[in-house]
């Protein structure tokens, strides 16, 4: 394949923007904004799951202590009434007598056993209280960070486009300004290696790196200027310029 040498060297500029199009898809998925979002989104969920447990713990110890309220209510009452009784010198059975005082012994003992419940409690629900307000607290730093982490990701991810973009366009004009075999062999190349064409600098390619023996150095010496020639080794359009050593 022949084409003109100018063409050859604006091979070298495309190989160049898709370099740049290529770091910018592999930025675009191992961006460090994007594990730091995930990571967010992980610690909201842990700490919002934390803050239901809290929650529901802080919700069944107020259930428990209005039962417990309610069945000291009730032993009260019937202390109360009982007491009543006894005060009222309507029992004259010693036998009914002795029965009701045993009962206000029962009930004096049970009130004793139930405000003791309710003492503990009310002290284990003042300490799930503030591993509630601990956890309010921690899922609103959280979520302070996911949202920074968010807003980093998204500029992030608008630099990459607008990179992206710019390229693309940048792409699309070179294209047009070469023969159509020449980009479809570059294509081709680049599907394959990833480069399509690079710079023969001192004998040396530009894409492997490798530097040409003898036998391929007399090869592009005797190449006509217009002959598209590549690498032995990796295979990309060599460029031959004032840089090659030839």
């Known amino acids: 394949m022949n084409a003109d040498p100018a063409a050859q060297h604006r091979l070298l500029d495309l190989a160049v923007v898709d370099a740049e199009l290529t770091r910018a898809a592999h ?11 995930e990571l967010a989104e992980a610690d909201l969920l842990s700490a919002r799951d934390l803050l239901v447990a809290a929650q529901t713990a802080v919700s069944d110890l107020d259930r428990d202590i209005r039962k417990l309220e309610a069945e000291i ?6 202390e109360d009434r009982d007491r009543g009784l006894l005060d009222s010198g309507s029992i004259s059975s010693g036998k009914q007598l002795e029965d009701l005082q045993h009962e206000l012994a029962t009930l004096r003992r049970r009130q004793t056993v139930l405000e003791d419940d309710l003492l503990e409690v009310m002290e284990r629900r003042e300490a799930t209280a503030a591993d509630l307000e601990r956890g309010r607290a921690a899922l609103a730093g959280i979520e302070q960070r996911s949202l920074e982490a968010h807003r980093r990701r998204d500029e992030a991810l608008a630099e990459l486009r607008s ?5 693309q366009q940048e792409r ?12 479809a ?17 001192e004998h040396r390619c530009g894409a492997c790196r490798l530097e040409l023996d003898r036998t391929a150095i007399g090869h592009l010496r005797e190449a006509a200027p217009d002959e598209v020639v590549r690498c032995e080794e990796c295979g990309v359009v060599l460029v031959r310029t004032s840089e090659s050593g030839l």
């Open 27 to 37: 930025r675009r998925r191992s961006l460090p904004e994007l594990a730091e979002v």
């Open 73 to 78: 209510d009730q032993v009260r009452a019937r």
């Open 163 to 167: 990179t992206e973009e710019h390229g």
């Open 172 to 183: 699309h004009a070179l294209i047009g300004e070469l023969p159509a075999d020449l980009v």
């Open 185 to 201: 062999l570059y294509e081709r190349i680049r599907a394959r290696n990833g480069t399509g064409a690079a710079l023969l600098r």
